[in-house]
């Protein structure tokens, strides 16, 4: 009988963790979708509100600000209480947040209900360092490529949605209320998941990970926290569901989670550490490579609509399509991630150096573009060498930092675009006075910098890895 099983239980894991990563893709789609619903109506609605042009601004940048603060903080304290109750924080807030955002009749409301928002909207950085935790290195690219290829299509869909919904009386508040229930509903979702098995396939995929952690069979009870590898908080998993761990109370449970109900003081301390360690670590060069391109990609973006009046008469309707394109292309560049990093039989450095070449090269060639199909076509391949410089610039991040802080780093990482993206509109300011070109021309630069960077450190990175294969 016995026999007949084991083959069962063989074939069912992988399914069931691959049900277990759709149900994340779906909640990336549902994030991204209910924002892109928002977020192009924000300045609109604060305008209908009686804010001056400043005021305006103020309020738009005071969102960026608290992202810039935040995000490494959430995703030091996703690793210390686990992905579950940390997602669902962060959702529960969102929500309530948008739900605010929707009973915003005057400015001040406005303002109050960014804060939540601006605080706790990191649902998407909590869901990488989830799917980090239940894949294996090998896998992590493909699957990030994924995940965010399915969050992109919902920042593709949103504007129509939220578009459509403004044309009708109170469209604004619609939409908002509108957004909130969609983080509720993501927030139902994430309680559905089969959290025992995302305990199992993470454990797994951990031990595949880091091969030189011995385990002894009946003594192997792996710290882990939610799906995260946290060191020092207690939730106790057991291989053995049905024999408790030690200090375990309850029959048939094999885990039990413990750390979020420590006092604040010690999760605090415990985020700070994590903070510590990412600070005082060597990967300062990959996170100026992060800034520098973001920056760059942003410079791109940032006069777009203008440049193309200004340079080829282009209609801001037809830019709109132009945009939409390369958006759309981005999104589907997610799912050649997984062939392209095969090619390259995973050495994501080589590949992260080239598709910032091909970055650098694509932003030159549309501030030299003499027509608009040449820029049609530098779209095209920017969306694709964007997406995939941004998943290998995270999965480069998590190798040197390793899975257990997977949260902490991709706060951090996310903590960085955020200064870019307070760095970006004051850059484009300055240099449109110049030129319209401006701005993609010092993208150009930028790049540059960041590839002479990269030049410069790999070789560190690999004979770094020499000698760490070494002492294994």
């Given amino acids: 009988m016995s026999c007949q099983r084991w083959p069962r239980k063989l074939f069912q894991k992988p399914r069931r963790r691959t049900s277990i990563i759709q149900c994340i893709y779906v909640v990336g789609f549902m994030d991204l979708f209910g924002v892109s619903m928002i977020v192009p109506l924000l300045s609109h609605h604060v305008k209908a509100l009686g804010a001056s042009p400043t005021v305006a601004g103020i309020v738009g940048s005071s969102y960026g ?75 992590r690219p493909v699957v ?3 995940f965010n290829a399915a969050s992109s299509v919902g920042f593709i869909l949103g504007p129509v949605v939220g ?19 969609i983080f509720l509903l993501n927030a139902g979702l994430v309680c559905l998941l089969p959290w025992r098995e ?74 700070c550490s994590k903070i510590h360690m990412v600070a005082s670590s060597d990967m300062w060069d990959l996170f100026l490579v992060r800034l520098l391109m973001a920056v760059a990609i942003m410079l791109y973006y940032s006069n777009f609509s203008l440049a193309m009046e200004e340079r080829f008469s282009v209609k801001p309707k037809v830019t709109g399509y132009l945009i939409s394109y390369s958006s759309t292309m981005g999104a589907l560049s997610g799912f050649l991630v997984g062939p392209v990093t095969r090619l390259y039989r995973n050495n994501m450095a080589a590949l992260l150096l080239h598709s910032t070449i091909l970055t650098c090269s694509l932003i030159f060639l549309y501030t030299t573009a003499p027509n608009v199909w040449q820029v049609l076509l530098t779209s095209t391949f920017f969306a694709i060498s964007t997406t995939i410089g941004r998943t290998c610039v995270t999965d480069l991040v998590l190798q040197k930092g390793g899975t257990q802080a997977s949260g902490t780093l991709i706060g951090a990482g996310q903590s960085v675009t955020a ?54």
């Fill in 144 to 146: 990030m490529g994924h």
């Fill in 198 to 271: 995302v305990l199992i396939h993470s454990h797994n995929a951990n031990v595949g990970n880091d091969s030189s952690q011995g385990c002894l069979d009946d003594e192997c009870i792996k710290v882990v926290q939610n799906g995260s590898h946290a060191n020092g908080h207690r939730q106790v998993f057991d291989a053995n569901p049905g024999r408790r761990a030690p200090g375990q109370r309850g029959a048939g449970l094999g885990w039990r989670e413990v750390s979020l109900l420590q006092p604040a003081w010690r999760q605090l301390s415990s985020v």
């Fill in 65 to 139: 600000i608290l992202q810039l603060f935040s995000s490494t903080i959430v995703g030091g304290w996703s690793d210390v209480v686990g992905r579950r109750y940390s997602l669902l924080t962060c959702l529960l807030l969102s929500s309530f947040g948008y739900g605010l955002l929707g009973m915003s009749t005057n400015i001040a409301l406005f303002v109050l209900a960014r804060i939540p928002v601006g605080l706790f909207k990191h649902s998407l950085s909590i869901n990488r360092a989830l799917l980090s935790d239940l894949v294996s290195e090998a896998e």
């Fill in 163 to 181: 578009g459509y919904l403004t044309e009708h009386e109170g469209g604004f508040y619609t939409s908002s209320f509108t957004c909130a229930v």
């Fill in 419 to 472: 200064v870019g993206r307070i760095l970006a509109p004051l850059l484009s300011g300055l240099t449109q006075e110049v030129s319209p070109c401006g701005p993609p021309c010092l993208g150009v630069v930028l790049a540059l910098a960041a590839v002479g960077l990269l030049l410069v450190r790999i070789p560190k990175w690999n004979r770094s890895l020499v000698e760490k294969t070494a002492q294994l």
